[in-house]
């Protein structure tokens, strides 16, 4: 094959991209990735009280909601080839709102598998939003600058994210709950009710965001969206012809393993802050705002590889970067204490914000007719996030939420390995030259 030859979308000028024209529809549904996903980090210690959970058990939450990457990745990929991309974004949104509908009984019952159920109906819905909604980012132009593309819509991402624990956690986390289930400790009925009330508080709420989704499903269902020309039908890049199986790919494989790493790394600092501040005397009422500031950080870091990227650092450059400074942060937040600890903690977000836009062309670059099933691998990847919370959540309550950030240094140092070497192995066909 020849090596120059690129998917037909990688060079059609994006005034004449019919996919261009339509990014606005894909950055409401990153929107919606983004609101949706981070509200766990208030759901964990809301679920806490009400359920009176211990840490490890509050993970769960976690875990419900990202496991479904795991499960549904391939299954999503076979399911949109039958539906076609946009009614498979309609299917996941109407799964979103289907789970987030059944919060309202988990909250009349205060049943916590019931907002387990939910949890994992909308990570499903979500992983076929995934699965729809990275092709058409992908197809706006070169390999090269992906990350660059991928962090616009991470913008959007992050501005939800953002607005997500506020909104949710100034409803539903408050200190004088807190405050009033202490003092109804040993009156059993009272405190019954008391949790009962706090229960209902995230009824409302999750009533207004499944209208909202249904909109936004009935909407999409009536935009004029083009469909993904099929994959059999269109040169996806440079590859050896002598390759038969996605086994033969390490660059492939080992990124997976680095994203299925850095997305239980991102969950555990994004979805640990709020309790990891508790945990430091930091009040409750305070403490749920602190999600919000490592977004924000994300949020700059997106801002930085549109900047950057590829015109003053490559891909690869960035990850390395991005590597590094996790591990530095983390162990600057290990041997400190109280809001400094804390702020190291939220400067994660920064450290993150490239490692997900990064790792994505790195790992499907010179994939050639593997790159579908490729992708597929990588979504399984997003796995990670129901995996390390748990373990986390275990060394919390065995040592401390503070000594539990242990447990990210190692995953960091992967990362590291794979953008220095990890993204070259059995790969001929480079990306990035800077």
Known sequence: MNHAQVRSADVVPEENNPYAKNLWVIGILFFVFGFVTWLGSVLIPYLKITCQLTNASSYLVAFSFYISYLILAVPSAVLLKKTGYKNGMVLGL???SI????FIPAAYYRTFTLFLIGQFIQGSGLAILQTAANPYVVKLGPIESAAKRISLMGISNGIAGIIAPIALGTIILNDSDLQALQSAANDLEKKALLLQEIANKVMAPYA???VV???????????DLPEIASEENEVVGPTETSKTSILQFPHLLLGAVSLFLYVGVEVIAGDSIILFGASQGIALSTAKFFTSFTLSGMLIGYLIGIILIPRY??????LQISAFSGIVFCLLALVTEGKTSLSFIALLGLANALIYPSIWPLALNGLGSFTK?????LIMAIGGGAILPLIYGYLAD??????????????????????????LLGNKFKIDAV
């Not at 789970?99 to 059944?102: A, I, M, P, Y």
């Not at 989704?213 to 935009?223: D, G, Q, S, W």
């Not at 650092?313 to 960035?318: F, K």
């Not at 065995?398 to 993204?423: D, E, M, N, T």
């Open 94 to 96: 109407i799964l979103i």
């Open 99 to 102: 789970g987030t509908l059944l």
């Open 208 to 210: 207004m965001m499944t």
């Open 213 to 223: 989704l249904l909109f936004i499903a009935a909407y999409i269902y009536r935009v």
């Open 313 to 318: 650092i490559s891909q690869a450059r960035a």
């Open 373 to 377: 099933i490729g992708s597929s691998l």
């Open 398 to 423: 065995q040592f401390s939420p503070h000594q539990g950030y242990w447990l990210v240094i190692p995953c960091y140092g992967f990362i590291l390995y794979y953008a220095k070497y990890g993204h």
